[in-house]
């Protein structure tokens, strides 16, 4: 059976939800997994270790879904929906996720090299240990999200927003801050070569500006005793 025929019997199950994905992954565990939720009336998909390549599921509303050490190289992911969903040590390697909603999500330990994230709403999203090397951010929104030791050598943050922003990334002279605004907690480590330095306060901040950026670094945070 082919995946348009797939996909259409989905759909007509009698099943709540109007989405369809416009290609189903080369996996039939995980088309299997995709196709039970869809016909169902649970509401998080777990794909947790699934291997998601070759889907495309742009659209598709995944709020509060599991894909915990899933395999989503690759796959596109425009417009859709992870709102609080847990994407820890996924690989994302290429994905395009332009436009989707990030708000609250499990990033830590994910890969998201190379990956298209431009326009993405990532307000209180949490990126610890992340790989974002040459990943494009372009005017996506960080507000109040935490990067700690997120690898962005390479990344484009063109336009991006941050809001009081746990900024603690990796970056190289290739990271692009060209339009990047707000506040943030340092320090940034910028790397050259073997080498690197921890830039904070207005020294990180005069590093951003002869990019292009203008972001307001704050005071360390610290927890009320």
Do not use: C
């Not at 994905?21 to 997994?33: F, G």
């Not at 326009?119 to 507000?143: E, H, I, K, Q």
């Amino acid at each position: 059976m082919s995946s348009k025929a797939v996909v259409g019997e989905i759909v007509s199950s009698g099943t709540h939800k109007n989405w369809k994905p416009t290609a189903l992954p080369a996996d039939p565990e995980a088309t299997r997994q995709l196709q039970e939720w869809l016909a169902s009336e649970e509401y998080n998909l777990n794909g947790m270790e699934r291997d998601f390549r070759g889907a495309d599921l742009s659209g598709g509303d995944f709020s509060n879904a599991w894909f915990t050490d899933a395999v989503l190289v690759g796959v596109r992911l425009v417009g859709a929906s992870f709102y609080r969903a847990d994407l820890q040590s996924a690989d994302l390697t290429g994905a395009d996720l332009t436009g989707a909603d990030l708000v609250k999500a499990n990033l830590d330990e994910a890969v998201l090299r190379t990956a298209r994230l431009n326009g993405t709403d990532m307000v209180g999203a949490s990126l610890y240990g992340t790989d974002a090397s040459g990943a494009s951010f372009r005017t996506t929104r960080f507000l109040g999200a935490s990067l700690i030791d997120t690898d962005m050598r390479g990344a484009d943050l063109t336009d991006a927003v941050l809001d009081e922003n746990i900024f603690e990334i990796k970056a190289d002279d290739s990271t692009v801050m060209r339009g990047l605004t707000g506040t943030v907690f340092g320090p940034v480590t910028v790397f050259s070569g073997e080498s690197s330095r921890e830039l904070a306060g207005t020294e990180l901040e005069a590093w951003i500006a002869e990019r292009g950026g203008q972001v307001r670094v704050l005071p360390p945070y610290r927890t009320p005793q």
